[in-house]
């Protein structure tokens, strides 16, 4: 039961991410949580939500010098 409201949790952070680019770092943050609490229980990491938390973080990454004076 546990990972199937894991799963149903990470699909809400997921609609809010594109409901709220805005606030993309934040809900990247809450993702990063559940996929901890995955982890943590034992359970399998989906594939795909280990693609997006590798994506998400490239883009942090690039933000980070988006406002670095060249």
Do not use: T, W, Y
């Not at 606030?23 to 943050?29: A, M, Q, S, W, Y």
Request: hydrophobic share 45%.
């Amino acid at each position: 039961m546990a990972f199937e409201q894991l799963k149903a949790g990470i699909a809400l952070i997921l609609e809010e991410i594109e409901k709220r680019p805005e606030d993309r770092h934040v809900l990247h943050e809450e993702l990063r949580e559940k996929i901890a609490e995955l982890r943590s229980l034992g359970l399998p990491v989906p594939e795909d939500i280990l693609k997006l938390e590798a994506e998400l973080e490239e883009d942090d990454a690039d933000d980070m010098f988006d406002n670095m004076p060249v």
